[in-house]
């Protein structure tokens, strides 16, 4: 029998087609789960189910719109009479495509269609993949939710508005999860993630910006997406039974100096002194 830290689990991850949720679905097959790829883009979520499945596990791509009752209903069912079982939900999926981005600007500016879709997807999708994975987890007494949020959803910025409120909730979300499931063994918990863009990101940024960002986290570099998928695979594993209803904050300090920090460094750096 697999020693591995997920060996014999089922988890599923909501846009795992691309980016961090592909990331995902193959770090937690690394460590032996059975792995249930959804996404909107239902080639994609092939795409890396297919992958997933030369690593010794099984998988399975579900093509499912985590906004729409009808799918996630249909998508919990399909992976209930499958394996049987459920025993991670990773809530990953965002829509984050340049054109969503473009229209998701300041209140007064806000276009109230991507508004309305970055609840839809990001928020009421969390809700309806918990609302239909939990009574399967619950046969077991036994369940690990992991909902995707940003320091978007804790610190105001310049633009975003929906994306920036639909995470906020995020981290909401799991602690109501584990208030009211944990004694039945469900615990849930958010990742506030800094800025780790897999490859489909890079060209999506321009360079002067993800320069500010980089200046504004602690370590030398951005993340890696490999960095976010291994936190999503300790709090779905054992290793973390008794950390239920926080957010693991995963972002390279991004949130936790003072907001002069990088004005000070570089007066510092022009006055040729490491401190005051
Ligand atoms: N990459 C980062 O630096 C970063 C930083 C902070 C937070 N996050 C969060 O991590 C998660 C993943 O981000 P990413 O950068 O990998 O994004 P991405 O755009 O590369 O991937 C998102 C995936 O979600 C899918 N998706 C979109 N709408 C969907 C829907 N209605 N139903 C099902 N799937 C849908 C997309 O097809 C895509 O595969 C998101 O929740 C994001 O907010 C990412």
Redesign the pocket.
Known sequence: MSTAKLAERVAIV??G?????AECARVLAGHGAHVVV????GE?ASRVADEVSKRGVQSMAIR????SEDDVKDMAAQVKARFGRIDVLHN?????SVDQRQRDRDICNLDMQAWDRAIA??LR?AVLCSKYVIPVMLERKSGALIF???GLGMQGDLSLTGYACS?AALMMLPRTIAAQYGKQGIRANAVQ??????E??HGSMPAELLEIIRDNHLTPEL?TPRQIADVVAFLASDEASFVTGTTLVADGGFSSHTPSLVAMRALFEKMGRSSM
């Open positions: 909501t846009g087609g691309n980016g961090l949720g959804l996404d909107i883009d994609a499912c719109d985590v906004s990953n999926a965002a829509v984050l997807v990001n999708g995707a949020t940003s995470k993630i800094g800025l780790a863009p897999a489909n990101a993340g």
